[in-house]
Nanobody, 121 residues
Framework: QVQLVESGGGLVQAGGSLRLSCAAS????????RNWYRQAPGEQRELVAT???????NYADSVKARFTISRDNARNTVYLQMNSLKPEDTAVYFC???????????????WGQGTQVTVSS
């Protein structure tokens, strides 16, 4: 079984920074794309940032130039550095990974449990 465990959420004032981490563990053969999503109350889950296995990144327009996604393949960990935080960044942040295990031919999606980020004005 594959597990994704997020950490690093919390309460911060507007303009502050937080760094989220997501560690993948279990029987993992390879990990393809790593993604961060967020979901605010009453809203749909939205894609915030993506990093490919080769390191290419993409960001939602709302977080460009403020958030940075990175990955440590040796540790199966992905990070989301969030700077200049705004109250509208308040949400539960979920990490997602496309993983292939020794038991599957294709990649499948796995999700973390989510971590709360609250930005006060």
């Amino acid at each position: 079984q594959v597990q994704l465990v997020e950490s690093g959420g919390g309460l911060v004032q507007a303009g502050g920074s937080l760094r989220l981490s997501c560690a993948a563990s279990g029987r993992i053969s390879s990990i393809n794309a790593r993604n961060w999503y967020r979901q605010a109350p009453g809203e749909q889950r939205e894609l915030v940032a993506t990093i490919s296995s080769g390191g290419s990144t993409n960001y939602a327009d709302s977080v460009k130039a403020r958030f940075t996604i990175s990955r440590d393949n040796a540790r199966n960990t992905v990070y989301l550095q969030m700077n200049s935080l705004k109250p509208e960044d308040t949400a539960v942040y979920f990490c997602n990974a496309r993983v292939r295990t020794p038991y599957t031919v294709t990649f499948r999606d796995y999700w973390g449990q989510g971590t709360q980020v609250t930005v006060s004005s």
